[in-house]
């Protein structure tokens, strides 16, 4: 059950993050195709899927999220690269704000994936 859980969860974190690229390209290349009724319903879907596999993995640990500051900081920068996504990918923001969110989403994201696959709050620190 957990490897199951585990897999859904990358999984869509991977189809999360690849979503998220293709319509920060289609912000600059292609506008239109995010008007498009799949490409604001898929992503949600994703996100969905992999929230109730984060959930999933909580209790089949029987974890609480606030007993660990990794994954509180996965919590906190989750709701950053929300943040972020939402500024990148909205045309009412001028292109000098859009550019560095979208950079900065990414940034956040990779910091999530390395804090999950470390179980640490700082990746890299010794010991």
Known sequence: MITALKLLHVSMAALSIAGFVLRGVWAWRRPDLL??????????IIDTFLLLAAVGLLVAYGWNPLAFDWLLAKIVLLL????????????????????????????????????????????????
């Open 35 to 44: 008007a498009r009724r799949p490409t604001r319903i898929v992503p949600h």
């Open 80 to 127: 950053a690269y929300i943040g972020f996504g939402l500024v990148a990918l909205k045309p009412w923001f001028g292109a000098h704000v859009r550019v560095p969110a979208f950079v900065a989403a990414l940034g956040v994201f990779a910091w999530i994936v390395l804090i999950a696959r470390a179980h640490a709050l700082v990746p890299f620190a010794d010991g």
